[in-house]
T-cell receptor
Framework: AQRVTQPEKLLSVFKGAPVELKCNYS??????LFWYVQYSRQRLQLLLR??SRESIKGFTADLNKGETSFHLKKPFAQEEDSAMYYC????????????FGQGTTLQVKP | DAGVTQSPTHLIKTRGQQVTLRCSPKSGHDTVSWYQQALGQGPQFIFQ???????QRGNFPDRFSGHQFPNYSSELNVNALLLGDSALYLCASSPRDRDVSPLHFGNGTRLTVT
């Protein structure tokens, strides 16, 4: 079964601390993995995708096929990083069908 | 560029009624996908439209149907509403001529079924 699991509903850290939002997936083929973010009162938007191998707003994520994970990391959290983060999987190219995890709320305290 | 626009923003319906939600894709996008997001959950894929046809469908009953118009805008229709249909309905658009195009989401329509 295709599934995305985000084990933490809430992650609370202090400003300047490292952040790791966990994402594990279950998929039999070669998926594309994404992180989407929703800031307060804003729409859901793409943060990064594994095929781009970019660092966006200081966040990075490495696809580990052996562990079927795509954890999101940032070395030093900022208060403006506080948001809801969703890990998502796409099973084939050129598709609007994403499988989302349940989301993790990141709270960065001053 | 207004991005993806959805209407209405909020809607209250009674069980058994029918509802139509509307979506205009981002300029330059021809593919529209619909998602249902229940409280505390991630979005769940309902279906995708391009070239005015349903191309992919998630695990939703036939009470959920849609339509895409020649201008790429789309409607989501839900018949015989159940209390469990209460959710945020998200529309997302993308261009079809790119590999694994990232989706652009609208702000959603909050549907409450009483």
């Amino acid at each position: 079964a295709q599934r995305v699991t985000q084990p933490e509903k809430l992650l609370s850290v202090f400003k300047g601390a490292p952040v790791e939002l966990k994402c594990n997936y279950s998929y039999s083929g070669s998926p594309e993995l994404f992180w989407y973010v929703q800031y307060s009162r804003q729409r859901l938007q793409l943060l990064l995708r594994h095929i781009s191998r970019e660092s966006i707003k200081g966040f990075t994520a490495d696809l580990n096929k052996g562990e079927t994970s795509f954890h999101l990391k940032k070395p030093f959290a900022q208060e403006e990083d506080s948001a809801m983060y969703y890990c998502a999987l796409s099973g084939s190219s050129n598709t609007g069908k994403l499988i989302f995890g349940q989301g993790t709320t990141l709270q960065v305290k001053p | 560029d207004a991005g993806v626009t959805q209407s209405p923003t909020h809607l209250i319906k009674t069980r058994g009624q029918q509802v139509t939600l509307r979506c205009s894709p981002k300029s330059g996008h021809d593919t529209v996908s619909w998602y249902q997001q229940a409280l505390g959950q991630g979005p769940q894929f309902i279906f995708q439209y391009y070239e005015e046809e349903e191309r992919q469908r998630g695990n939703f009953p036939d009470r959920f149907s849609g339509h895409q118009f020649p201008n790429y805008s789309s409607e989501l229709n839900v018949n015989a509403l159940l209390l469990g249909d209460s959710a945020l309905y998200l529309c997302a658009s993308s261009p079809r001529d790119r590999d694994v195009s990232p989706l652009h989401f609208g702000n959603g329509t909050r549907l409450t079924v009483t």
